[in-house]
């Protein structure tokens, strides 16, 4: 991350986006998530937002010129969101349990309409007697929702991880 | 373990049409003893590709056959492949996953090697006696290393053939993965780097495991295509189209259809039209059929994948019977459009990977067998038994599955010899 990501920048009076506001969306968020209730997570995501993970080895590269595990428009996110709760998804058959810890949350820039913010995540997977692990950061583009939540733009989950072992998969939305 | 028998571990019926793998072979420590030495030290294993070290001084360091090793790239732009551990005392040299450099420095005493391995510099080197010879003591090669259209494989056994007679009737479908974009090809940058908790030889069977597809895949093809507005029919149904399972020889297979409309060939049609045009003037209508009108699941003996619906590379290791390291690149043409690089990553993603709609099922498909197999005492073999009576096999048969382990079985008990690999059976070639 470059250092100018590292700064926390102090909101302007006229903007009402708060760090607490945003640390209050995300720990809702991560109820949502891990209470299987992924329609009403879905609402969460603007009509042209982007649900990215990097490739491990590439942590900081663009998804239009690197692969990555997961680059997911708004359609494919939808579809994702409807095969996790189809039984026949069989990495998430029976349901893994997930349990996540968000922090360390900051406001990172504020552009326009939207604002990037970024915070320390650790994913607990539990499926089939075995555990896993998923730790890293998150760096989101957040914008104002009609109705005055907020909505993500773009939702980055970049894992600290240097490869998926012995993880295998990234099968629920981390 | 020099004591195998053949009955005991495959049982390759076919006057009767039966093919049986013992499970044991999927979890017993010296049996993966005996690949290590029969197969993996004794095959040629994929590496890397050039263009992952693309400039000179670039490197890459990995795990190949179990053994760390670098890829470099030399002043001079000649790609080598060494053992990553230090002549001197065994340290690994490069500790990073990849970069540049003038100098390769082992921390450990700081001897110096530059990137076509010389031994540069020995602090202190007036210790050594005169026949101490610095000539001796660069970076080791590995035995063989031979680059093959940009693919660089290598092998741990000197005496082993070359690789283009190693490849022998795959080398034609090889091509075919290297041509289809009518332009050289390079990795994408992104690795995916994964792991089953899974005997090796699972994935090898289900990388090429056309019937697998409808059930395990069912989100694939009966959520996500709908999703995207695409109809499964040609994947799903009654009219859905077949394709063959071919032994190549050598343990390597191929299955292979007719192109199927995917997420590409509908969001892609103009760019991928224009390229077969290209395909034509370069190869010929014939060769440009061959190249762009069907998809195949590639496998070269004993740990290489690809697969042209996506355009994936896919090795793998293993590490303990029940576990094995998943390495997985693109490899797409240079010259394609921006555009058309994000669409083929889209497609790729769609499907492959740790993060995609199919690869996590299958992770966890291999996973379950591997549980399943606690039963082995009671539940001994597995069936690869499918289309053994056919004259052609179709890829939802089996006939690619029983190639690997034809040669597998063979290597197994020292035949390094020719193996035969198809189903014919003497007896009814004998009665017809």
């Known amino acids: 991350m470059a250092t100018q990501d590292l700064r926390a920048v102090p909101a302007p009076a006229a903007d009402p986006v708060t760090r607490a506001e945003v640390e209050d969306f995300l720990i809702n968020e991560a109820a949502l998530l891990d209470e299987w209730k992924l329609e009403e997570w879905l609402t969460l995501v603007a009509d042209d937002g982007r649900y990215l993970v990097p490739s491990l080895d590439s942590p900081d590269s663009d998804h239009r010129t690197a692969l990555f595990l997961i680059s997911d428009d708004r359609r494919n996110l939808g579809s994702r969101v409807k095969q996790l709760l189809s039984r026949t998804t069989w990495a998430e058959f029976p349901r893994s349990r997930t349990r996540r810890l968000v922090s360390n949350v900051r406001i990172l820039e504020r552009t326009g309409d939207q604002v990037k913010v970024t915070a320390n995540f650790a994913v607990w997977r539990f499926q089939h007697d075995a555990t896993d692990c998923y730790v890293g950061r998150y760096v989101h583009l957040l914008v104002r929702s009609p109705d005055g939540g907020l909505l993500f733009r773009e939702r980055r989950a970049i894992l600290d991880l240097e490869s998926l072992r012995p993880h295998g998969k990234v099968s629920f939305i981390l | ?432």
Not at chain 2, 70 to 77: F, L, R, S, V
Not at chain 2, 113 to 122: E, R
Not at chain 2, 413 to 430: I, V
Request: hydrophobic fraction near 35%.
């Open chain 2, 1 to 432: 373990m020099e004591s195998l028998h053949h009955e005991d571990l495959i049982r390759d019926d076919r006057d009767n049409g039966l093919f049986r793998v013992n499970r044991r072979v999927f979890t017993d420590p010296e049996i993966l003893e005996t690949e290590r030495r029969q197969i993996f030290d004794r095959s040629w294993l994929y590496a890397g590709h050039v263009s992952e070290v693309p400039q000179p001084g670039t490197f890459v360091t990995r795990r190949v056959g179990g053994r760390p090793v670098i890829i470099t790239c030399d002043a001079a732009g000649k790609p080598h492949v060494f053992l990553n551990s230090c002549p001197h005392r065994g340290n690994v040299v490069c500790l990073e996953k990849s970069g540049s450099a003038r100098a390769l420095t082992c921390f450990y005493h700081a001897w110096s090697f530059d990137l076509s391995g010389k031994l540069l510099g020995v602090p202190d080197a007036e210790a050594y006696t005169p026949a101490f010879d610095k000539s001796e003591m660069g970076l080791r090669p590995v035995p063989r290393m031979e680059n093959y259209r940009g693919m660089i494989f290598v092998s741990y056994d000197p005496n082993i053939v070359d690789l283009v007679h190693y490849l022998g009737n795959a080398r034609e479908y090889l091509d075919y993965m290297i041509d289809f974009g009518g332009d050289e090809v390079e990795i994408v940058q992104g690795a995916q780097s994964y792991s089953m908790k899974a005997n090796w030889k699972l994935l090898v069977e289900n990388s090429m495991d056309g019937y697998h597809a409808l059930s395990t895949h069912h989100r694939y093809f009966r959520q996500y295509l709908p999703d995207i507005g695409m109809d499964p029919a040609a994947w799903a149904g009654p009219n859905r189209i077949m394709g063959r399972g071919i032994a190549l020889g050598g343990g390597h297979a191929v299955i292979e259809s007719p192109q199927r409309p995917t997420p590409l060939t509908g969001s892609a049609k103009a760019e991928l039209d224009a390229i077969r045009v290209h395909l034509v003037e370069k190869h010929g209508a014939e060769r440009a059929h061959r190249i762009a009108d069907f998809t195949r699941n590639l496998f070269i003996f004993p740990n290489l994948i690809l697969i042209s619906l996506w355009h994936t590379i896919r090795t793998f290791h293993p590490l303990r019977p029940d576990y094995m390291e998943v390495d997985a690149w693109a490899l797409f043409p240079k010259n394609d459009s921006p555009q058309l690089r994000q669409k083929r990553m889209d497609n790729f993603l769609s499907f492959l990977g740790p993060g995609g709609f199919a690869t996590p099922d299958d992770v966890s498909g291999l996973e379950g067998c591997q549980r399943g197999f606690e039963t082995r005492r009671e539940l001994a073999w597995s069936d690869i038994s499918r289309g053994m009576g056919r004259e052609q096999p179709s890829s939802q048969d089996e006939l690619q599955m029983r190639a690997f382990w034809r040669r597998w079985n063979a290597l197994m008990h020292g035949q390094h010899g020719p193996t035969d690999c198809a189903d014919r059976s003497e007896r009814r070639l004998a009665a017809e």
